[in-house]
T-cell receptor, first 112, second 116 residues
Framework: AQSVTQPDIHITVSEGASLELRCNYS??????LFWYVQSPGQGLQLLLK??????LVQGIKGFEAEFKRSQSSFNLRKPSVHWSDAAEYFC??????????FGAGTRLTVKP | GAVVSQHPSRVICKSGTSVKIECRSLDFQATTMFWYRQFPKQSLMLMATSNEGSKATYEQGVEKDKFLINHASLTLSTLTVTSAHPEDSSFYIC????????????FGSGTRLTVV
């Protein structure tokens, strides 16, 4: 079955520490891949996206993600987390029919 | 560029009334718009895909008669929650697509609907 999986529901990291949020997908072909961030009561902001080419993608706010075809993964990383990064993060895939499906989300808490 | 405006951001309505939510693409023409629903602490669930000038395509389990979608122009789609009930209370988000292949998704800021 087609799916997007974010294995971690909640992650807590200390400010200044590195971060990696996991995302795996299960689709017949390589879909378009996205990471979005959502602050409470707000819409979604695009952090980065992968369509093709270089598998390491740079995004806004110091985030990057790496597409690994062999693992069907698109993990989000940041070398040093800031308190303002606390939010909900969603991995998503865009399909050829212009549809988009989201993972369940990972809530990030940043400790001082 | 690529701004999507969603209005209202918050609405409280009485049970049995209808509420209309607007989604506008401000600086591009959106051939397709999507409506999502998000319950607290959960992910976004696609409700329907709205194509300009044609009927919306609803996801399985979404009541067409309850969630009326109109996409009358390339810059505006509306979602009307008819005869709202407390269980319809949720966060509704729209997104607009400029093209094909998943490239042009831009999200609105969402609408918090509370039915009392």
């Amino acid at each position: 079955a087609q799916s997007v999986t974010q294995p971690d529901i909640h992650i807590t990291v200390s400010e200044g520490a590195s971060l990696e949020l996991r995302c795996n997908y299960s689709y017949g072909a390589t879909p378009y891949l996205f990471w979005y961030v959502q602050s409470p009561g707000q819409g979604l902001q695009l952090l980065l996206k992968y369509f093709s080419g270089d598998t390491l993608v740079q995004g806004i706010k110091g985030f990057e993600a790496e597409f690994k075809r062999s693992q069907s993964s698109f993990n989000l990383r940041k070398p040093s987390v800031h308190w303002s990064d606390a939010a909900e993060y969603f991995c998503a895939v865009g399909l050829n029919n212009n549809d988009m499906r989201f993972g369940a989300g990972t809530r990030l808490t940043v400790k001082p | 560029g690529a701004v999507v405006s969603q209005h209202p951001s918050r609405v409280i309505c009485k049970s049995g009334t209808s509420v209309k939510i607007e989604c506008r693409s401000l600086d591009f023409q959106a051939t397709t718009m999507f409506w999502y629903r998000q319950f607290p602490k959960q992910s976004l669930m696609l409700m329907a895909t709205s194509n300009e000038g044609s009927k919306a395509t609803y996801e399985q389990g979404v009541e067409k008669d309850k969630f009326l979608i109109n996409h009358a122009s390339l810059t505006l789609s509306t979602l009307t929650v008819t005869s709202a009930h407390p269980e319809d209370s949720s966060f509704y988000i729209c997104s607009a697509s400029r093209g094909t292949g998943g490239e042009g998704y831009t999200f609105g800021s969402g609408t918090r609907l509370t039915v009392v």
